[in-house]
């Protein structure tokens, strides 16, 4: 049986509804921190402002997670 | 579109916008008929591609800019990724089981922190004018004029929710038989401010002072059209009609006004009013 398949292997924990579309806002947030990261590190005299922006770009997205993950560990707990 | 927003070529900008204008709004309305013809993901892969590209564009076009404190392009850009966001987290955010409509919880209250943050930041600097009160309104606060006004636009935005409630469906649905589905709170909470006064609010307060600095009356008019494009791809063209009347009304409400209040009463009784007779906002 392909666990992977059904689902199943994610029983235990309440989460076999999981969708790959549900992770595309954190793929884009990580696309956006790692970006930030790279600036800070190359630096320059506007990477300040740059971080700035991404920053505002992320907050967002990072709400979102943070959403995601209270729902998830509700949905954990309840099923716990 | 890195074309310096200094005096230097001041009449290169409007047709550059135009046509930029139109190969946005051409993105956008091919990434939401591939969320509805080809599948969620897809869709929300094409928003979120769209999203990291505009907010690469902003940081370029900052850094071309010759005065970067006081240009407008890489301001413009930033406030563009707005709209793709919005539908990506419209698309991806998870409908749980323990109500209903809490999807629209989910997308709606990071976009309203964001736009609030925006708000608060230099990025809007330019158009302080432009931007809309929440109350007070342009011809003198708190008279009756002003809060005559702003009560017809709630009830015109009412209306139009009725129409396109009845264009939907051809007949009243029994109220009583939708709060047996719903907690009436629940539901009355999520409809009037999660899906009608935050999506304005981001609209209104955000998007339109910039398209309106950046275009006048037919920046209204294109903000006006890009909020009501979110609907047209599950609406149908029928029920788009009333959709676009409203949302036209409500730029042209807070542009000639300037106050918030009415609009977002006013599209959270569009909202109520639409969700109440017709079967499909609740499936």
Known sequence: MNILADGSFAAPL???NLDQIYFLPLVVLLVLLLEREMIRAAGGPRARAVIRILDMAAFPLLIAFLIMVALRLNQVLTHS | MFVSSTVSRPRRLPSLLVTSVIAYVAAIATAQTVAVTV????????FALMFVALVNLTILAYLREADAAAGHV??????????PLERLLMLCMPPLHWGQLEEYVFWSVP?????????????????????????????????????????LVAVAG???????????????????????ASEPAWFGIIVFVFAGCSQEL???????????AAGGWAGVVASSMLMASAWLAWVGVVVAVPVVAASLVFGWAVRRGNALIGVLAGRGLFSLALALLWHRVLL
């Open chain 2, 39 to 46: 599948g969620p993901l897809q869709g929300a892969s094409c």
């Open chain 1, 14 to 16: 309440g989460v076999r």
């Open chain 2, 74 to 83: 890489w301001r413009l850009l930033a406030v563009a990724a707005i709209p």
């Open chain 2, 111 to 151: 976009l309203v922190l964001g736009a609030m943050v925006l708000l608060r930041t230099p990025l809007l600097s330019q158009w302080r004018d432009l931007q809309p009160r929440l109350v007070h309104t342009r011809k003198g606060g708190y008279g009756l004029s002003g809060l005559t006004g702003q009560l």
């Open chain 2, 202 to 212: 981001v609209y209104r307060a955000v998007i339109q002072p910039a398209a309106t």
């Open chain 2, 158 to 180: 009412g209306g139009l929710g009725l129409g396109a409630g009845l264009l939907a469906e051809g007949q009243l649905r029994p109220v009583g038989d939708l709060l047996q």
